[in-house]
């Protein structure tokens, strides 16, 4: 059993400092003096967000960037509170923005797919950026994106993603986590198109821009529909099959994205069993290998942590094996806190580390269940 977890933790080992080179290789993109090329239509579903949307247009309406280049469309994926009237009312108090309003008429099993799809179908821009009614973003987010198209041939852009924090531990908790998760994704991006075996699985919804004749021409979500999360992570892979070498990643500090966290240990686990639903449909198959490691690494730990109580395996020998993961982690984690300037959480790494292995087989077996409950609605895989 020891050789066979001591052969695993270096597979994770090498895995991660693949992203950590990746990372190191993607280059950074500082905005630069020049006037803007391209015009955008801003993609917002938003499900009973009455506490977030005033704080969301604000920072529309604070973009440095010609209010006739751009339009928001909110689509309201049928709130059972204020957040629709809300809307309505926030859109005649800020006029000077372009504000359009629809009201989502699901038909799948996916209703946010079929929103963002309504609101590609009547965008009036050719590109089109997506973000959450929880997150808030720079003055220079959209100026980022337009220069980023002006040098490079793509057709779908990720962008950077960090959750807040309020100081406490569970906050920090999902800070880290994020990290460590964003510094996986820029690492795969960091690779050449080229490459056989690394390519990108992962991105985030809350910060994306793609083409939208590359989406109406590859049908959208078409094939991932019995899924009601992975709209983010399905549109890259079917654009990335098709265009392997225009899929790319903005990594600008102009261009983060702030999402709010759960406040809940409840929340947080619901949320991560709605990630990992899709993974078990991933089609690349890097992404499907990351995932298998990265659990079983997780999985290993609590095993000897349980066995050690037993003497099957030595309290020394448990210690060695997260020393090993702990130091890898932490290289890769304080590259992605200082891109994302948030290396105080850092304060909370060693017990975040103690807890996260015990957390990843949690959310691990309760994905096993087959559905999860989001924003008040039952989904099943």
Known sequence: MTALVFVLILLYGLLILTFIWGFS??????????????????????????????NL??????????????????????????????ARQLKT??????????????WSAAPKKDALEAGVNTANFQ?????????????????????????????????????SSNGSFIHRFQVLDFLSLQGATMGTF??????TLIKPFMCNGANLCYSKEAFQDLKGYDGNKHLGSGDDVFLLEKIQRHYPDQVRFLKSREAIVNTQPKNTWKDLIEQRIRWASKASAYKITFGKITGLIVLLANFS???????????????TFLGIIFLIKFNIDFIMIFRSA????????????????????????????????????????????
């Open 57 to 86: 247009l604000d920072h529309f309406n604070k973009l440095d960037y010609p209010k006739e280049n751009f339009e928001i469309i909110l689509i309201d994926d049928a709130s059972t509170d204020s957040s629709l009237s809300l």
């Open 190 to 195: 960091g690779y050449d198109s080229e490459n």
């Open 25 to 54: 290789r993607l280059k950074e993109c500082e905005l630069q003096a020049a006037p803007p090329l391209h015009s955008f239509s801003v993609l917002v579903v938003f499900r009973n967000e009455e506490a977030q949307l005033k």
């Open 93 to 106: 108090e800020i006029s000077e923005l372009n504000i359009r309003i629809l009201e989502n008429k699901p």
């Open 127 to 163: 590109w089109i950026v997506t973000t959450d009614a929880d997150c808030s973003f720079s003055k220079d987010w959209l100026k980022s994106y337009d220069q980023y198209l002006q040098h490079n041939r793509t057709k779908f852009i990720a962008g950077p993603v960090i959750s």
């Open 301 to 315: 730990l609590v095993i000897l942590f349980f066995t050690a109580f037993t003497e099957a395996v030595s309290w």
């Open 338 to 381: 200082s891109f994302f300037n948030q290396k105080d959480v850092l304060r909370s790494f060693l017990a975040s580390s103690l807890l996260y292995p015990f957390f990843t087989v949690v959310v691990a077996l309760f994905s096993l269940r087959g559905s999860y409950q989001w924003k008040g609605r039952s989904f099943s895989k």
